[in-house]
């Protein structure tokens, strides 16, 4: 080690080393640079400073960092502040889901032409269904796509799964006993996607006709306590379709006629059918993270329903009419016919005639 009275330079050169009488008290530039404080000048402190030295900037630890180490570090801060602030500031967005969909639903209530609702027979309740109609009983009467073929931006093998998991929702919302009958939801629940589930739930707890959070929008379902099956059996004729609403989403509609056989809840075996007809228009937003986790957005929701009285709240239940007369329909609502689907399903309260080809 040096000592401790030289210059951190060394020696200048010239000097005249250990012979020189002054080294202890004689200090060249580098020495001066070096030094923590400094003396004030004549002027600062005829000015009154409170002090006769300052100190230098920057601390024991900066102030013997090289300067080229001193710029890594500040740039190394920049860039990690930088960083920071990107990424709290930066826009979420999910990359596979079709997100932002909320349900919006309509209900056409179809109520009876005139003399009343008719009765089934207990034991051929469809018996009266025309056949040129093409109705199956329940999921064969779908009609979904043979051939799944690929899109520009989905495999054949997302197209599959995409249609499959539509399938499920249809057959849970529309056709399980458990969900028509017995109050139950959470088969169909589980088929949302997690940012349509809190708009599910606000359906079930606070059912309105507002179109967004009706029950019936999701699910076709009736009172426990009023209605029941008379048969599991459900009469389906319809069809789905698939197509590419852009690279991230794949859009699946569905069209579909369904009719119940209901009695009153409670009757025995013998008591009156009936039979209650749905039309029901889907429309399901499928992106990459929703076909992954076999989820859909159910986006639109166009439904025809009778026989039922125009002007019953159907939100939470949808209310069919008993087998009997009933009184004259209110105001002169059009003739639908619920099997016809080349007219549309969005309308307000109609009078029903009977499916037919």
Known sequence: MGDPGE????????????????????????????????????????????????????????????????????????????????????????????????????????????????????????????????????????????????????????????????????????????????????????????????????????????????????MVRFDPMKIGLATDTVKVAGSVKVAELDPGTLEVTTDHTLVYALRPAGAATNGPVSLYTVRRELRFDLGITDIANGQVHVVDSAQQAGPSACGAAQAEYLQPLPVGPVGPAVGPPPAVNPADHAQPAWQSCAVMTAPSG
């Open 7 to 218: 210059p951190p330079e060394g020696v200048p050169e010239g000097g005249s080393g250990s012979e020189d009488e002054y080294r202890s008290v004689v200090f060249d530039e580098s020495f001066v640079r070096a030094a923590r404080i400094t003396e004030l000048s004549a002027e600062e402190r005829l000015g009154g400073a409170p002090q006769a030295v300052r100190h230098k900037l920057g601390g024991r630890m900066f102030g013997t960092l090289p300067r080229q180490a001193l710029t890594l570090l500040l740039l190394i801060v920049l860039a990690f502040g930088a960083a920071v602030y990107f990424g709290v500031t930066a826009p979420q967005r999910d990359a596979g889901g079709a997100g932002g969909a909320q349900l919006t639903a309509e209900l056409t209530v179809l109520t009876p032409a005139s003399g009343g609702v008719p009765a089934a027979d207990p034991s051929s309740p469809f018996a009266s269904l025309a056949a040129a109609t093409g109705f199956a009983d329940g999921s064969a009467g779908l009609g979904l796509p043979a051939a799944r073929t690929a899109t520009a931006h989905f495999s054949q093998a997302q197209v599959s799964a995409a249609v499959d998991t539509v399938s499920r929702y249809l057959t849970a919302s529309e056709l399980a006993p458990a969900v028509l009958v017995q109050g139950q939801t959470a088969a169909v629940r589980a088929l949302l996607a997690p940012d349509e589930q809190g708009q599910f739930d606000q359906s079930l707890t606070a059912p309105v006709d507002d179109q967004h959070h009706s029950a019936t929008g999701w």
